[in-house]
Nanobody, 123 residues
Framework: QVELVESGGGLVQPGGSLRLSCVPV????????RGWYRQAPGKQRELVAT???????NYSDSVKGRFTLSRDNTRNAVYLQMDSLKPEDTAIYYC?????????????????WGQGTQVTVSS
């Protein structure tokens, strides 16, 4: 599996913004899907947003118009810009990436989760 390094979580007041980033460890990748999921206390993990290899994005209804997913292919990074945050957005946010990684001689498929980053929206 490929390690994913997440950053950007924290505590913010309602109406505020945060930007999450996720970068896979390694050098040569192809990506099938990259995105973010979240899990609030006592709830199941749910999709927040994903972006396909071709650049098509998919957002959950609860974040449409407030969150924006983007990617930087030069850094292999994927970002989640979260604006107009609400208390109900409080959760642990997980990056998920699947694709292929070059190990020096072959391409190997991977499907990895990040370690999670806490986002708390509270006054």
């Amino acid at each position: 599996q490929v390690e994913l390094v997440e950053s950007g979580g924290g505590l913010v007041q309602p109406g505020g913004s945060l930007r999450l980033s996720c970068v896979p460890v390694g050098r040569s990748f192809t990506f099938d899907s990259r995105g973010w999921y979240r899990q609030a206390p006592g709830k199941q993990r749910e999709l927040v947003a994903t972006i396909s290899r071709g650049g098509s994005t998919n957002y959950s209804d609860s974040v449409k118009g407030r969150f924006t997913l983007s990617r930087d292919n030069t850094r292999n990074a994927v970002y989640l810009q979260m604006d107009s945050l609400k208390p109900e957005d409080t959760a642990i946010y997980y990056c998920k990436i699947n694709g292929n990684v070059w190990n020096g001689s072959t391409w190997n498929a991977f499907d990895s989760w990040g370690q999670g980053t806490q986002v708390t929206v509270s006054s």
